[in-house]
């Protein structure tokens, strides 16, 4: 019977108010992880991506591998895909100079192309179906491709926008009220808003994450990115003890 229902479910969690919750603050975190370790450890850009490069094929090669879901499994490797789409950003769009808006462009071009490749090789990009190696690598790659996105996009907004980072977060807070609102009220696919959500709390978290640890001076509040980070850190841990959270059921 347990076989049964395990065989039943996808290997991803099932989207309930929890999952963006934590979603948002794994964002955050990766975020001030990133900047820790490229800034405050004065490792750079370049080798931080190399860094969180390794830690996010080790945590998807374990999570594919894995028999069935496992949250602290799944919510780690969301965090690696956050901390090397921050530091592969920033290295994007600072050190090879192809600015915010080049960045976010060549970005948002990979994430189309890898979701139109998933769905044309496996007929579905919803979550529902992550349940195979194939459609899992196809669903961390895009994540991976969302999370950078959403770097670029958030610093793009806050900074040369000139929205700040309380500003550019009221806007993509907003955005994401409209997907919500969407959802409940309209035929427009769940699938479509699913992922349109997942991408928007990436430059929200990357917002409010700046907002911690940058400085007075550019509208932050100066916070330790290690402080920030340990905070984040346990109240992520905190959510999956305190909240059980169910794997997505299979689609058929």
């Known amino acids: 019977m347990q076989k049964n229902i395990e065989a039943s479910l996808a290997k991803v969690p099932e989207v309930t108010l929890l999952f963006w919750i934590i979603k948002i603050a794994a964002t955050t975190l990766g975020e001030t992880g990133g900047d820790a370790v490229s800034m405050s450890m004065n490792l750079g850009y370049l080798v ?38 921050t530091t592969l950003a920033d290295f994007a769009d600072r050190s090879l100079g192809i600015g915010y808006a080049g960045g976010t462009s060549l970005l948002f071009a990979a994430l189309m192309a890898s979701l139109i490749l998933w769905y044309r090789t496996m007929g579905s990009i919803s979550v529902e179906s992550v349940s195979s190696p194939k459609t899992e690598a196809f669903y961390w790659t895009t994540i991976m ?52 959500a997942f991408v928007l709390t990436r430059p929200l978290g990357a917002v409010v994450g700046d907002f911690l640890d940058k400085p007075v001076s550019d509208g932050g ?32």
Do not use: E, M, N
């Open 48 to 85: 931080a991506t190399g860094i969180f490069a390794v830690v996010f094929l080790v945590f998807v090669g374990a999570q594919i591998a894995a028999k069935r879901f496992h949250p602290f499994l799944y919510w780690a490797t969301i965090v690696a895909t956050t901390t090397v789409g």
């Open 145 to 196: 491709f969302s999370q950078t996105l959403g770097t670029a996009l958030g610093d793009w907004t806050a900074d040369t926008a000139g929205l700040g980072y309380t500003g550019a977060a009221a806007i993509f807070a907003a955005l994401l009220a409209l997907v919500a609102a969407a959802y409940f009220w309209t035929r427009i696919s769940h699938t479509l808003l699913f992922w349109a």
């Open 221 to 252: 509040l100066a916070l330790s990115r290690y402080t920030a980070s340990a905070v984040l850190i346990v109240f992520i841990v905190a959510c999956i003890l305190v909240f059980k959270q169910r794997a997505a059921s299979k689609s058929h």
